[in-house]
């Protein structure tokens, strides 16, 4: 119990304040990219908006939950397929959050390699999607604020707003709804990180099986099956690779764990049908492997480590 603790406290000292940061800059995308600027740009065919939406979906502050009532919009809006699979796989693997963390914990070379393959899978997912036969479905666009349309002194009250106003806006979505929101799973991620640490027996599993190729298959079902928060699951990685696991499966399990949750699941099976559903489920396994195989070879060229 002991050890436990030593451990579970050298992650809250490593981890906090890398989080912060990343709180702090979530916080400032949140209030100062407007939402119609976003939905402006995914509703036009090409890769554009496909690119538009993989990196508006990394940089903003929202979950795979957080991120589902958006993609909804946008498809009611109009938007096509390609850009709201992108929007789904891009936002929840990452985050400026997550990136500050992992930057924290598993080091620059993590990093820079997930940040450019969410980027990769997010495009390619959409393009995959444009191709998938698919109508959108618009809808009458309603303004923001209707009391603007009906009162002609209201939208002075939109305008009102000062800078000090919107950082204590910016300030209490970072420090106050966004904890609230993945706050639980960042406390059971860092207490899984901290328990596969000090459980021993689990570590000699990891060495003893997913040291190899096993480690990819069990990052998969591991992945599919818990849903894991982007910023949380950077912890409970770096300690299985401690442990043993190979570091590519360690990529893989990064990738896919945050973007598979039941909701998704759910609400791609509802609002698209059970074909968009399979194909999106089947290229994102099949893009995570990639890129975790990817990793591990790299790895390999760079530093002559064993495949």
């Known amino acids: 119990m002991q050890n436990f603790i030593h451990i579970f406290l050298h992650y809250c000292i490593e981890i906090l304040p890398a989080l912060a940061a990343g709180f702090f800059i979530s916080g400032l995308v949140h209030e100062l990219i407007p939402e119609d600027l976003v939905e402006r ?38 938007a096509r397929l390609g850009p709201i699979l992108a929007f789904l796989v891009a936002t929840p693997a990452t985050s400026v959050s997550a ?3 992992s930057y924290s914990v598993l ?49 002075g009250e939109h305008k009102r707003t000062d800078l000090l106003g919107r950082m204590i806006s910016a300030l209490r979505y970072a420090y106050i709804e966004l904890p609230k929101e993945i706050g639980l799973e960042l406390a059971v991620g860092i207490l899984l990180a901290a328990f596969v640490g000090t459980f021993v027996p689990l570590g000699k599993t990891i060495r003893s099986y997913l040291g190899g190729w096993f480690g990819y298959l069990f990052a998969v079902v591991f992945g599919i099956v818990m849903y894991l928060c982007s910023t949380a699951s950077v912890p409970l990685v770096d300690s299985m690779i401690r442990q043993g696991m190979n570091p590519g499966a ?22 698209f049908g059970l074909k968009t559903l399979v194909i999106f489920l089947s290229s994102l396994i099949v893009l995570t492997l990639s890129a975790g195989v990817g990793f591990q070879l790299m790895l390999r060229l760079s530093q002559a480590q064993p495949f």
């Open 107 to 155: 080091g620059p070379l993590f990093t820079v390699y997930i940040f450019f393959a969410v980027i990769a899978m997010g495009v390619t997912m959409g393009l995959i999607g444009n191709s998938i036969k698919y109508a959108p479905k618009g809808g009458v666009k309603e303004t923001a604020c209707p009391h603007c349309s009906l009162e002609d002194g209201h939208m």
């Open 250 to 271: 360690g990529i893989t399990l990064l990738l896919i764990g945050p973007v598979t949750s039941y909701g998704t699941i759910l609400v791609l099976r509802k609002e």
């Open 99 to 101: 990136l500050f963390v």
């Open 41 to 78: 740009h995914l509703g036009s065919g090409g890769i554009r908006p496909i690119f538009y939406s993989t990196v508006i979906g990394v940089l903003l502050p929202v979950c795979c939950w957080g991120s589902l009532p958006i993609a909804v919009s946008f498809y009611k809006k109009g």
